[in-house]
């Protein structure tokens, strides 16, 4: 059975933690220091799940606008895109309407971060921490439930 692959785009304002999840994820490893992402990473993960295993290519994009390059290019062929914002940031939240634009017509998932922070705000939306790993795994199973319509999805391993 070949694996199926999802092109999963991660975008939102920099700054609030695309990277930090996938290297949480990835590595189990959490840098306390910022180091903007330059245009965009690709980083494929293998995900072992009741349905057999599943790999996303996660285009990891720059939120900071001076580093952002042709964003548009990043969607091309996307299932998904997940918009990140942080729930320490307001400013993070108010943009998210700006990068649904930018999404179009795809599917997109809302997601906070910093969720060991102080919520300026509460929006109602999942929420996860790369800091202390609330979140992670309901994050990536709700995704996968989102692109194989599987409701049932879990990570075995
Ligand atoms: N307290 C806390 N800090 C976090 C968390 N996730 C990320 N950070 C911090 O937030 C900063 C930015 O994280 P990044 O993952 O680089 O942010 P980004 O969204 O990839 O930013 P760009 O690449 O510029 O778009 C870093 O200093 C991280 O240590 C979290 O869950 N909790
Ligand atoms: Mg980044």
Known sequence: MTTPIYKV????????????????????????????????????IGFQTNYGSIQLNIWDTAGMEKYSGLRDGYLINAHHVVIFYSVDSKLSARNISFWERDAGLLPTTIIGTKADMANKFGLDTPVLSSKTGQGIT????????????????????
């Open 9 to 44: 785009v991660f975008m939102g304002d920099g700054g609030v933690g695309k990277t930090a999840l996938l290297h949480r994820y990835v590595r189990n490893y959490f840098e306390v220091k910022y180091i903007p992402t330059i245009g965009a990473e690709v980083l494929p």
């Open 138 to 157: 309901a994050f990536w199973q709700q995704l996968l439930a989102k692109l194989t319509g599987h409701a049932d999805i879990f990570i075995t391993e």
